[in-house]
């Protein structure tokens, strides 16, 4: 028996519509420095969006599915372009500004982007590249600086318009098309840190579920009282999703634009009250450190997320205890849109039980199914103690790469994503990630989790940071390596650390070898970025010491 139900497509035009009207006076602020925030309602963001689409179809001749990508910060413009480019049926695509000059060019020329939207404060950025994106014809200045260097780099192929100009007068309303949910609505590339990035493409239909499960009490349990802090960037995962699911909630946004120090973050917090936000760990442990020496009020919290690198249990610790903020740990990946799980205790668990929940990454919900597989492939069981790949699928979770044919073999298997993270699921889908496959350390045979000895280090009140790496060792094959960023003020040895870390780590996996390092290198998205740390220590970059076997 078929169903009677209508078959209404599932739209990003339709939450745009929805959130622009039902929502019509939440807000999206974004943050300007010194100055006065700047402030629009959700209605006037679905006005500036049909203007936006008048003016891609209109002035840059944008039709069907071409892509429109941004070069911007978190801010009012980068979610009307949210809107705007996936409603008019177009594809936007979020350039993720700290890559490397190749490797824009690179993806810029893959996604064939036609139309780039730049804040006028990344122009210099933009100017140096732009002549080398052959795709490009237009491009459109946001904000008062000054477009000179990008008229010069542009040449006669590309036109550089104004924002504003651009938008005058244009229609405040938009027929929007009827797209077939299942094709692209947005284009992210991967931050993959070997070989060319990689692109996934949202469906309108993905945008949407995934949205739903981003507002569910389980997910990030948005709602109109909120007020949602999004320090993510727009150029990564689509900033886990959360402009659309804020339309489809009514919760209103804060936009920190380029202010994403601890300082200008913690004024945002004082004076805008969020009652939530989301980040990756380096930046709360930043905002940690500056809340334990100045009096910020962060009354306003409920939460905060916390995820894209494993949150170290000493920060929600010391958020808690400290600061009375409760950090929630998330896990996702460009490839699923980005949200897999999210750490909310079961009912009735409490205190310790509570907390062992709380630092796992998450609970996976109903739209992603998860297992784990040993080395060949095979399925293991989800009992909370067979450590293995994890591999996801589900209708957020991509089937293959832009542009792929079929499914690489190296990232796809039988219809599932392998994700590379490695670790346990419990019965209650409850997942443990213990380390990236390429980042897990294996010593004579045996395997010790990098991410393990990082939060056991960080636990320590000495340190502020702590990356560990495998590197070459001739009697084990392998034996980690510690790098330590020490806190300001504080004094610490390498053997004070290893003692500190034998009260709670197996002694064979103890580090010898240890370096105190200003700064972990960080990827493009403010990830600990191993791959440089093990290259420096390969070329003898770093002062290591090394301690002998107590
Ligand atoms: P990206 O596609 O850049 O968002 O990176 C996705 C990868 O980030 C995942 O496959 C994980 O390796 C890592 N990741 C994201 N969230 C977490 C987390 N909560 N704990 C550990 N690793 C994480």
Redesign the pocket.
Known sequence: MRSTMMDAPLQVARILDHGSTVHATAEVVTWAGGGEPRRMSYAEVGRTAARLAHALRDECGVTGDERVATFMWNNTEHLVAYFAVPSMGAVLHTLNIRLFPDQLVYVADHAEDRVVLVDSTLVPLLARVIDRMGAVRHVVVVGGGDPAPLVAAAGDRIAVHHWDALLAGRPEVYDWPATDERDAAALCY??GTTGEPKGVAYSHRSIYLHSLQVCMPEGFGLGVADRELVIVPMF??MAWGLPYAAFLSGASLVMPDRFLQAAPIAEMIAAERPTTAAAVPTIWTDLLAHLDAHDVDTSSLREVV??????PPALMHAFADRHGIEIV???????MS?LGSVARPPAGATGEAAWRYRYT?GRIPAGVAARIVGPLGEPLPADGASVGELEVRGPWVTARYVGDDAPDGEKFRDGWLR???VGTLSPDGYVT?TD?AKDVIKSGGEWISS?ELENALMAHPAVREACVVGVPDGRWGERPLATVVVREGAEVTAEELRDFLATSVARWQLPERWAFVEAVPKTS?G?FDKKVVRSRHADGALSVTELTTP
């Open positions: 991967t931050s990564h995962a916390v995820g894209g690198s494993a949150c740990h998330a896990w996702g990946m460009t490839e980005p990454q994700t590379g993270d990630l990236r991410v998205v990830k």
